[in-house]
């Protein structure tokens, strides 16, 4: 066989997309955070934004991104001032008028009127930088140092008005030559030019790539069309506008008089005041005319200036995005390039995460969009949130973590269609095909204990459950909506999952009662609902246990409150306060139904309300069950517990051995 020709093989840096070492985003965590939000009463969509606002345990979310935008801006408003040209500006003009005096005391051959009149036009100097820059506009120097240092002054008011209209000309334009300068003019009459026909629709594609062939040095980021380099120049000459519209009156004025000296004359102005005219003309939609207060130490130069105030735009533009508050948001809309322009790119990575994190969600089945346009939890999600929600009860129970693990479905008989790893002391019998696998997978010809899966198995029909919950408003007003949503979550896993024979109806029961689907129940928005009708409750669980003549019926019913409500023949709700006689005798006529049906009953009181103890105790009692009275925190470890004692201790009959938490 030939060898690979590795020369062919090459490698270059990674660049771009996501970091390839960094870990997979963790759906666990987000799943099990938006099923507490659905539990408490949010949408699915309304969850899953609130996650991704609040990050996870390791992991920014939104409004922790967004307050760091804010204080970005923060710092740039506070740290920084308008008058840095100005500052400059003095300080030149300062330094050229001392080295002139300095000339004038040494110069022992100048004639003495001259140097008395030399003196007098500098010791009356106005104060106003810009027209003494204008007086001093045609005085003889007698110091060359002096004149340079003037002469200073016009170079950088030009450099400055350029740097706010094409970042970066400060610096390439310094100690630039009278050729560089005429290049520059002439390329902003073309673009003037250019920008004009594009005005008029006469503007072409061919015109733009002779521009950029004559002129794109000045250019580094190479647009390829008019209009992106549009865009460009627009966003920097409203920054620019904004900067200006910021300063004060006097900075203006000031401003404004010096730049006529900009390059020794007014021909350059006049130009970059008709390139502001087409530019807004063809951008209107930037903001031109907003005010930021800037009252800070560090002095601006109009360059920088309007960088700084493109920075601020960046920021706002940032908020927005990270708000999400906006009709059709989503987190692909954040800019991750400006993003780590503005805060590193340690935030860039956090919003790619969280970009990849909210994809995740909709693309990996555990949400969906419903017919109404809204996100929904899938079967697959409320199975994973399920799953968690029971490893926290279980942890409830045994104390400790990890301690809980249902290692039997159920005793020899059905096989359940799942497997499992053997554990020593198992008798059920090997899946050859999964142990096979197994031990190929590992690259072996020979099969080791870890290799073995056994199948579980399960005996047909054992139970049939009615779990009834309180959904009446106390329940939510108590705080206690959300544990009897896990309540419910964990107990339909725990028998979906490892009681398959069994079967569970779950009857949620307000001012009236209903059969509910796990989904159903788990999305079920608090209700501002008068009545707490058991009568009704039980009216479902008896038909429920008649439906299976051979299972064993076990009735659980959760509550907080007395009887309030019954049915009426009519099939209408009677509610009265305190509870009605008929109300009561109708809820135990039912119970007292449920007991010959063979039920093995158990309250689960909630409060302290002494109407309720006695009611509930009263209600065990007649029908030989017991009555637990949990925190809310617990609800959850009681049920199961109720639930999984009466299997330990053999109440449904043919159990090989005891299920091991």
């Known amino acids: 066989m030939a060898r690979p020709n590795r020369r062919l093989q090459r490698y270059t840096p990674y660049v771009d997309g996501p970091d390839p070492l960094a870990p997979p985003v963790d759906l666990a965590e987000a799943l ?35 307050r760091r935008v804010a204080e970005r801006r923060k710092e740039l408003t506070q740290r920084n001032n308008l ?61 060359s140092e002096a004149r340079a240092e003037f002469e200073k002054i016009k170079d950088l008011l030009g450099r400055e008005v350029l740097d706010q209209r094409i970042a970066g000309m400060k610096e390439a334009l310094e100690n630039a030559t009278d050729a560089d300068r005429a290049a520059l003019n002439e390329m902003l009459a073309d673009l003037n030019e250019l920008l004009e026909a594009r005005q008029q629709g006469r503007d072409t594609q061919e015109q ?9 040095e000045y250019f580094p980021e190479q647009p390829g069309t008019l209009d992106e380099l549009l865009d460009t120049l627009a966003s920097r000459a409203a920054a620019a506008q904004r900067m200006r519209n910021s300063m004060t009156q006097e900075q203006r004025d000031e401003l404004d008089a010096l730049a006529q ?14 390139l502001d005219d087409n530019l807004r003309a063809l951008r209107p939609g930037e903001d031109w005319g907003s005010v930021e207060r800037m009252d800070g130490d560090n002095g601006l130069g109009l360059g920088d200036g309007t960088g700084v105030f493109q920075d601020l735009a960046d920021l706002d533009a940032l908020a927005e995005q990270l708000a999400q508050s906006y009709q059709g948001s989503q987190l692909d809309d954040v800019d991750l390039e400006k993003l780590s322009r503005q805060l590193g790119q340690d935030a860039a990575v956090d919003a790619r995460t969280l970009q990849q994190l909210e994809k995740a969600l909709k693309e990996s089945g555990t949400m969906r969009r419903g017919s109404d346009g809204q996100l929904a939890l899938t079967p697959k999600a409320m199975r994973q949130l399920g ?16 301690g809980h693990e249902v290692r039997r479905s159920g005793a020899a008989g059905e096989p359940s269609g799942s497997t499992r790893p053997w554990v020593f002391g198992d008798t059920e019998p090997w899946d050859v095909s999964r142990t096979i696998t197994n031990a190929l997978a590992r690259g072996s010809r020979t099969i080791q204990v870890d290799d073995v899966e056994i199948q579980e198995t399960e005996a047909r029909t054992q139970a049939c459950v009615a779990l009834l919950v309180d959904t009446s408003f106390s329940m939510a007003m108590e ?24 079967d569970l109806q779950l009857i949620g029961f307000g001012r009236a009662a209903q059969v509910m689907e796990i989904e159903q129940l788990v999305g079920l928005d608090e209700k501002w609902e008068k009545g707490t009708n058991l009568h009704h409750a039980l009216l479902l669980a008896n038909r429920h246990f008649r439906k299976h003549p051979n299972a064993q019926p076990v009735l659980l019913i959760v509550t907080d409150g ?12 009677f509610f009265d306060y305190p509870p009605n006689p008929m109300t009561i005798a109708l809820a135990v006529r039912e119970l007292d139904g449920s007991t010959r049906l063979g039920a093995r009953t158990t309250f689960f009181r909630l409060g302290d309300d002494p109407g309720l103890a006695r009611f509930v105790d009263a209600m065990a009692k007649r029908a030989g069950g017991t009555v637990v009275s949990p925190e809310s925190d617990d609800l959850g470890a009681a049920v199961l517990g109720s639930y999984l004692t009466s299997r330990r201790n053999g109440a449904f009959g043919g159990w090989g051995r005891d299920e091991e938490w």
């Open 562 to 573: 007395e009887p309030t409500s019954h049915l009426e023949r009519d099939g209408e709700v």
């Open 208 to 216: 733009f790539n002779d521009f950029m062939a004559k002129h794109g």
């Open 83 to 143: 008058d840095g040209t100005l500052q400059q500006v003095k300080e030149l003009l300062d330094r050229a008028v001392l080295a002139e005096r300095k000339q004038l005391a040494r110069d022992v051959d100048m004639d003495e009127g001259e140097r008395a009149l030399a003196q007098l036009q500098l010791d009356n100097l106005p104060s106003s930088p810009a027209a003494a820059v204008n007086e001093l506009t045609g005085y003889d120097w007698r110091s």
């Open 479 to 502: 705080g206690r909506w959300v544990p009897m949503k896990r309540t419910a979550l964990a107990l339909h896993t725990l028998v979906t999952s490892r009681f398959r024979g069994d």
């Open 32 to 66: 099990d955070a938006i099923g507490q939000d659905v539990m408490a009463g949010y949408s699915p969509e309304r969850a899953m934004r609130e996650f991704l606002r609040r990050g996870g345990k390791d992991q920014a979310g939104l409004d922790e991104l967004a």
């Open 261 to 274: 000296q900009a390059f020794g004359s007014n021909e350059l102005m006049s130009t970059l005041h008709q």
């Open 387 to 402: 799953k968690s929600v029971l490893r926290a009860v279980a942890d409830t129970m045994s104390g400790r973590q990890g």
